[in-house]
């Protein structure tokens, strides 16, 4: 179950819909086994993100996304999205918004999951981007 918690209801630096965030949210939960889970999923600018990524990862500057688990049954933990980072970087890495939103999602998915940095993460991620971003899941292209 995704709780989410925009921003804005339409802002301009995330280019996905509550729906097709709840349509990625869905896939990846399924796909990696965790649909039964509670994810708390917070979309912030980069101000917040830098804050946070200092306070907690004792990082400089704003970073993609943030994993929070948490330890309760049924509660996966809290995910943290930078827009305007997600923005930049589909941009410079000329990468798909709707993939690489995917791709972050699993990132963090993944990190609530007990996954670590490595091959195995990274395989599982893109396998999952892999599967799901090529046509299980309907979307809106309106290049």
Known sequence: ????ERLAPHDPRFPL???EL???FDGLTALFGLAAEEVSLRIV????MAG???RFMHCLGPTNILSFPTH???LLGDLVLSAE???RETFLYNQDPYEYTMRLLAHGLLHLAGYDHGPEMDALTEQAVSTLGGGDLTRNTNA
Do not use: F, Q, V
């Open 72 to 74: 309760e049954p049924g």
């Open 45 to 48: 600018d980069d101000r917040e």
């Open 17 to 19: 819909s509550g729906p």
């Open 1 to 4: 179950m995704l709780c989410l």
């Open 22 to 24: 709840a349509e990625i």
């Open 85 to 87: 980072t997600l923005a």
């Open 52 to 54: 946070l990524n200092s």
